[in-house]
């Protein structure tokens, strides 16, 4: 198992800019593929971002393209979401979460096994 563990998350104005990192231990971290999920108030849990095991790759939902950018440091087992011009829609608690073994950047939210306990991102307009 991985666990994981995020931080960073707090309230901005609409704008502004957060930057989540998200800590990982237990298992080898730097062979999982790792992706980024947002759960707003009464919505389910949705795809925002994610990356392959090496970084090579990214893939990110339509609505945070071109604002939001991931990335992992595997020398220091974590992974980071850069979210930039936030909007009041971005309010959620978000997850980082681990995927498949030498996997890529998306893969079906059932196939990310190990979830962190979220961390709250609230903007403001």
Do not use: H
Not at 79 to 93: C, F, G, I, R, W
């Amino acid at each position: 198992q991985v666990r994981l563990v995020e931080s960073g998350g707090g309230l901005v104005q609409a704008g502004g800019s957060l930057r989540l990192s998200c800590a990982a231990s237990g298992r080898t971290f730097n062979i999982y593929a790792m992706g980024w999920f947002r759960q707003a108030p009464g919505k389910e849990r949705e795809f925002v971002a994610g990356i392959s095991w090496t970084g090579g790759s990214t893939t990110y939902a339509d609505s945070v393209k071109g604002r939001f950018t991931a990335s992992r440091d595997n020398a220091e087992n974590t992974v980071s979401l850069q979210m930039n011009s936030l909007k009041p829609e971005d309010t959620a608690v978000y997850y980082c979460a681990a995927g498949p073994r030498y996997g890529g950047s998306i893969y079906p939210t059932g196939s990310y096994s190990d979830w962190g306990q979220g961390t709250q991102v609230t903007v403001s307009s």
